[in-house]
């Protein structure tokens, strides 16, 4: 585990201090996603990570611990976004309908303002994707949304070395343009099927004993060899309810690990996707239609797809819908019949369970990392406002801050590049 | 309800077709009737399609069906939109809204253009929305005419309030023209439209004329802006960047013309301006993109604009992908929690819509001898979690679906 999660060195020396402290926010009501909501808990942080949570009076606060009184606050876990374009996410170019070979990574800004508008939305890891024009356009990043200077500051390094991520794939009318990109759906699969079945064979050639026997190295192939070992998810960009079957077909034939993405007619094919085992993220929009896949959504689909027993999560798909109105993704499937608590998960644990990192993120529990949001009420009430953002035991969002304010409510400058301040250290030392 | 949203779909606005209805006496915990102070537990007597009565101690006369609520509001008014000219569909042939050949068509009719079956009429008349200012988009400098309409009839004619409300002028990345056609900058469209106003002025001049051979052919655009300079009907500018904004006052004071701004995202930086010009504003969705012109919106910008004193309502606006359109019950909830009180939220999507639009005499509030148009919920309107339990228009249950 190298490099796991750490900080930039000249920030992490001089937010030390705030880090090495024992925090203990009391009070609140606490929502640990995990377990029964609290109606009057007590959350104690130190280095990073969650050390203790439960009622008031049930946890020992250590001596020296700074106390935060949270009293009328509600406390859950930081949000997670399963698909969100944020970062001035991009791609694949337009040569080819297949490039597994391109990095999200190679583009994100981290100055960008919809990172910042994401932190004010509760929002602390995000899968950053490249968009849905192509079969395959490449491979997505997965971020904690921490201040940072640099793209290595927000990624999450894998035990074994690599940039935690997975890879996008689109089907149905977005891919569909002239050659050498596919005209109809069955030649869509078939272009699929064929690097699939290319990349089986790449990798059976790179187990050989004797390197000399094996292929020079493909950057492509790699990338679509770890989808085949189960390295790499793909997120699947699907509406149509046989566009849905045709991913679960597909990820059958070459058993790669598949999250279905936005399902606008899930609710048509609960049964199947339920039977396939593959979670699905919703997207939640106001109105029906806008493109012809989209034309029979329903605000229905998480509750259907739950009750099924789908592991549902909700995205943003920023800038489709704005990442400062998450939390409304949920409440309005609360309207349409969802349950409260699956609704809440579908926001934290059921997404990291989508992106591996349900270990570290998602619920308050002890051990954990200190990601959690600080909310003026109830997070399902319009009313609501995300107060504090805090990333690994470092609040990265304050709505009392002018410089955060202005990101999260908008104003003049507010979609432009943020000047860096991290709340830790001066604005002239971070940039 | 479990799938009364995937039912929705398919029903078609036969339930909204214009039978003589029976009397109808809501009873709701509370009634904002955006005349005073919310009555608490209270009546909306409904006859013949208009309000009969309304109050805490009205007693429900024999032959009435009752219908119970928590809360009761006037029909929501969704101040601008496309809806019925643009479907939801996003396909050629059911976007009507915008026509290119030509920078300004002020010929254009709404009218000629709005399907009253299109679903996305139905879908937010399931949220409570009564009656739209619907027409052409925002999307040339100077699109063609709006109307206001009731989002029931199945023609355009049983819909109808206003056929001719205003002209829709767009400024700044909006009015420009694709493709190298003029107009290609902001001043070019400002020369545009002053110079077709002179035009309108010389075409009105010359029409008033006492002779017949001094009289000018007749011609529907000038026709249409000719109403426009003799103070007639509005021009509704779409101006986000506050420059916009300004170049729209000046114009409308040049030529001394009634103008109603239209999305003025960065209003927040002119207000003086806008309140000594003493014009009011049709805010853009609160929720809507920041990108573009409208990278500086702000969600408190309808806060910012009422305490100056500004007539402010909101609006579901024009998308040109997802989500086809917006639902102003949902953009007055985040407004109303981003600076406005809940009653002035309300009043964003009620009455001060109704009387920026000029229709306050028929709709807008709860009141004897308006038209019956109500929206009933299981809750505070504005929380996401509360449902439309019943829409009526005309007096006429329109939805009970619950939403």
Known sequence: MRRLLLPPIGALLLCSTVTAQTIAFTGAKVIPVSGPEIESGTLIVREGTIVAVGATGSVTIPAGAERVDLTGRTIMPGLVDSHSHIGEAAGADSSNPIQPEVRVMDAVNVRDAGIQKAQAGGITTVNIMPGSGHLLSGQTIYLKLRDGNSIDDLMIRLPDGRVAGGLKMANGTNPRRAAPFPGTRAKAAALIREQFVKAQEYREKMRRGDPSKRPDRDLAMEALAEVLEGKRVVHHHTHRHDDILTVLRLAKEFGFRVVLQHVSEGWRVAREIAAAGAPASIIMIDSPGGKLETRHLSYTTGKVLDDAGVLVGFHTDDGITDSRLFLRSAALAVRAGMSRAKALEAMTISNARMLELDHRVGTLAPGKDADFIILSGDPLSVYTHVLETWVEGRKVFDRDDPKDRLYAVGGYGASRDQVLHLDCIGEGDAR | ?403
């Open chain 2, 1 to 403: 309800m479990k799938h009364s949203i995937l039912v929705l779909l398919l029903l078609t606005p036969a339930a909204a077709s214009a039978q003589p209805a029976a009397p109808i006496a809501v009873k709701a915990g509370t009634i904002h009737t955006m005349t005073g102070p919310p009555i608490r537990n209270g009546v909306v007597l409904v006859r013949d399609g208009k309000i009969e009565g309304v109050g805490a101690s009205l007693a429900v006369p024999a032959g009435y069906r009752v219908i119970e609520a928590r809360t009761v509001t006037p029909g929501l008014i969704d101040a601008h939109t496309v809806v019925g000219l643009a479907g939801y569909l996003n396909q050629p042939h059911d976007q009507d809204q915008v026509e290119r050949t030509e920078a300004m068509q002020p010929e254009l009719r709404a009218i000629d253009a709005y399907n009253p079956r299109e679903e996305l009429v139905s879908w937010i008349r399931g949220f409570g929305v009564t009656t739209i200012h619907t027409g052409h988009a925002p999307a040339a400098l100077m699109s063609g005419q709006t109307m206001i309409v009731k989002t029931r009839g199945n023609s355009v004619e049983e819909a109808m309030l206003r056929p001719e409300a205003m002209i829709a002028v767009a400024l700044g990345e909006a009015g420009l023209g694709e493709d190298n056609k003029a107009p290609g900058t902001r001043p070019k469209e400002i020369a545009m439209l002053r110079g077709e106003l002179v035009k309108a002025q010389e075409y009105s001049r010359k029409s008033a004329s006492a002779k017949d051979d001094g009289k000018p052919s007749r011609d529907l655009g000038l026709e249409m802006l000719a109403r426009v300079v003799r103070g007639e009907l509005p021009l509704l500018v779409t101006a986000d960047r506050a420059r916009d904004i300004l170049a729209a006052l000046r114009v409308a004071k040049e030529f001394d013309i009634r103008i109603i701004l239209d999305s003025a995202s960065e209003a927040y930086l002119v207000v003086d301006q806008i309140k000594a010009a003493g014009i009011p504003v049709i805010l853009h969705p609160t929720m809507s993109r920041s990108y573009g012109d409208r990278e500086n919106l702000s969600f408190e910008t309808a806060a910012t604009l009422r305490r100056a004193g500004i007539p402010v309502a909101l609006q579901s606006g024009f998308e040109g992908y997802v989500p086809k359109t917006r639902v102003v019950l949902f953009e007055a909830a985040v407004a109303a929690a981003n600076g406005l009180t809940p009653a002035e939220a309300l009043a964003t999507v009620t009455i001060d819509a109704a009387r920026i639009l000029g229709i306050a005499d028929r709709v807008g509030s709860i009141e004897a001898g308006k038209d019956a148009d109500l929206a009933l919920f299981d809750g505070d309107p504005f929380e996401y979690t509360t449902h439309v339990t019943h829409v009526l228009i005309d007096g006429v249950i329109v939805s009970d679906q619950v939403r």
